[in-house]
């Protein structure tokens, strides 16, 4: 795929893939960090003493992750933050 505003491949990276893939060519960097860490999402991740662990998820290194994920900040996070009156 060709790197876009919603999809980045960097091979370049110590690190690359963070995750098991068998596609590395469309492995999608641009959340290195997933955002939706802290919410409900439908990822492939278990509890470990109480902390998500994210380890087995590829969800935000789909090449259509951004929209997703985009979907689920709205419904979750900016709409639900009331503007300065």
Do not use: W
């Not at 110590?14 to 409900?40: G, I, R, S, V």
């Amino acid at each position: 795929m060709k790197n876009s505003y919603a999809f980045f491949n960097n091979k370049d990276c110590d690190y690359f893939p963070c995750h098991m893939t068998d596609q590395p060519d469309t492995f999608n960097c641009k959340y290195c960090y997933c955002p939706l860490y802290l919410l409900e999402c439908k990822g492939n991740f278990i509890l470990v003493n109480g902390v998500k662990d994210c380890s087995n998820c590829l969800l935000p290194h789909r090449p259509d992750s951004d929209l997703y994920i985009n979907k689920l900040l709205r419904e979750q996070v900016f709409n639900k933050i009331k503007p300065h009156q």
